[in-house]
C-alpha cells in the first residue's frame, strides 16, 4: 500500500497538526465577510471539472448515483453480485466544509503547482483522472420551499437519501431526519448488504439519525453500524443530545479514537470496516471544517493544510481499495464529496462561496443528473 510514500507525504503537509474541534453547527460570521459574485464563475474555470457551472449537480443526485451502481447488482447471500460475477461495494467519503476553491491547493489547475497530486497522493485527484470531479451545489433552490440551510445535517442526509429536507426532515442542524425517505446506508442493509456510517460530531447520531438508530436497535437482523469514533461508553447520561443511555451507548465503538481530532481516526476506522468485509462504507472527515471555523474558510494555511492532509487519509484508503480489487473479485464505486462551503468562519447561509460544493468519483456520473441553467442559486 506505500506507506512509505504516505509517511513522507503527511509529513510534508501536516500544517494542520492540532486543530481544536469545534462545532459544526450553521454558524454565523463572526466578522463581516462579503460575497464574490463572480466566485461560481472563478471556480468553474479551474479546468478540472467534467460539468460546467450551468451544469452543477444538486447533491442530492449521490443517493442515485450509488443506486445506479448497486440496483444493477443482484443481492444474494449478503452480496451485492454485479453482471460480470464481481461483487460490488460502496465507499463514501466526506470532507466537511471544504470549500470548492481549496482545490488547487491539491490539485493541479493551472500553472500553480499542487502539493499532493505532484507527489502522487491524492485521492481526490485518483478519482478525478479514474471517473471525474464535479461541481455540485448544497442549500436546496433559493427563496423557494425546498431552500435548506448550508449546513452539516441537512447537507449531508441530502447526498443519503436522494432528497431535499422538505422531504427527509432536516433542514437545519438542530432537526431530526424521518423515516420516509431511508439513507441509501439503511435502504441496502435492509435488504441484506453490511453497511456501515462514522462521524464524530454527537448530534448527527443523538439528533440528526436518531429515528434510523432506534429502527436499527428494534431490527438487529439489519446490518447497519453506527459510530462516533471518540465517543466513550457512559453509565448514565450527562449534558448529551441522546434521548437515552441505550442510544448514546449504541453508536460508541469499544474502544474510542484518540486520533478522531486529526482524521486519522477516521481514516483507521473505515480501513478496518473494509477489512471486516462491509459492502457500504461511510466516514465523514471533520477537521477541515473545524480549521474553517477556528481559521477561516478557504483563507487560513491551518485550513489548506487540513485539507491536504485529508486528501492524503483518502489516498491511503483507495490503495486499500485497489489491493481488494485485485484479490477479492470486488469493483467499488468511490464517491468523495463535501457537504458545504464557508464564508469567514461561518456557514450555513445562501452565499456562492456557501452553495457551492463537488463530487469525485470513480464511476462517472450520468448527466441526466446535471441541473439545467444553475445559475449559483436557482435552477431554469
Known amino acids: 500500500m506505500k506507506f512509505s510514500k504516505i509517511l513522507l507525504a503527511t509529513a510534508a503537509v501536516a500544517t494542520a497538526a492540532a486543530v481544536a474541534a469545534v462545532s459544526l453547527t ?40 450509488v443506486h445506479d451502481f448497486l440496483d444493477a447488482c443482484t443481492i444474494e447471500n449478503g452480496s451485492a453480485v454485479a453482471p460480470n460475477g464481481k461483487i460490488r461495494k460502496v465507499l463514501f467519503l466526506g470532507f466537511d466544509g471544504m470549500r470548492a476553491d481549496a482545490l488547487p491547493v491539491i490539485l493541479q489547475t493551472g500553472a500553480k503547482v499542487a502539493n499532493n497530486s505532484k507527489t502522487g497522493v491524492s485521492g481526490i485527484s485518483a478519482l478525478q483522472q479514474a471517473g471525474g470531479l464535479y461541481l455540485a451545489y448544497c442549500g436546496g433552490e433559493t427563496n423557494t420551499d425546498t431552500q435548506q440551510t448550508t449546513s452539516t445535517s441537512a447537507s ?49 447520531f443523538d439528533v440528526n439519525l436518531k429515528e434510523e438508530i432506534k429502527y436499527v436497535m428494534a431490527n438487529p437482523d439489519v446490518d447497519m453500524t453506527f459510530c462516533d469514533i471518540d465517543r466513550a461508553k457512559a453509565e448514565k447520561l450527562k449534558k448529551t443530545y441522546a434521548e437515552t443511555l441505550e442510544l448514546y451507548n449504541y453508536v460508541a465503538p469499544e474502544t474510542p479514537s484518540d486520533s478522531a481530532p486529526y482524521d486519522t481516526g477516521m481514516r483507521d476506522y473505515v480501513l478496518q470496516r473494509i477489512e471486516n468485509g462491509d459492502d457500504i462504507v461511510c466516514g465523514i472527515f471533520h477537521n477541515i471544517d473545524s480549521a474553517g471555523h477556528e481559521y477561516g474558510f478557504g483563507t487560513s494555511t491551518q485550513y489548506n493544510g487540513a485539507v491536504m492532509n485529508c486528501d492524503l487519509y483518502a489516498y491511503s484508503v483507495l490503495q ?35 452553495r457551492t460544493t463537488w463530487i469525485a468519483t470513480n464511476v462517472p456520473f450520468s448527466e441526466e443528473y446535471y441541473s439545467d441553467g444553475y445559475d449559483g442559486f436557482n435552477v431554469k
Open 156 to 204: 449531508w442526509t441530502t447526498h443519503f437519501t436522494g432528497v431535499w429536507g422538505t422531504q427527509h426532515g432536516i433542514k437545519t442542524n438542530d432537526d431530526a431526519k424521518n423515516l420516509d425517505h431511508k439513507t441509501f446506508m439503511l435502504e441496502y442493509a435492509q435488504q441484506g448488504l453490511s453497511t456501515s456510517i462514522a462521524f464524530d460530531w454527537d448530534q448527527y
Open 26 to 65: 450553521a454558524c454565523s460570521k463572526s466578522e463581516e465577510v462579503v460575497s464574490d459574485s463572480d466566485y461560481l464563475n472563478k471556480v468553474s474555470q479551474y479546468g478540472v471539472w467534467k460539468n460546467t457551472a450551468q451544469t452543477s449537480i444538486p447533491i442530492y443526485q449521490t443517493y442515485h448515483h
Open 320 to 354: 486499500a481499495i485497489e489491493a481488494r480489487e485485485q484479490t477479492e473479485n470486488e469493483e467499488w464505486l468511490i464517491v468523495f464529496a463535501n457537504d458545504h462551503g464557508g464564508l469567514g468562519t461561518g456557514h450555513g447561509e445562501q452565499t456562492l462561496e456557501e
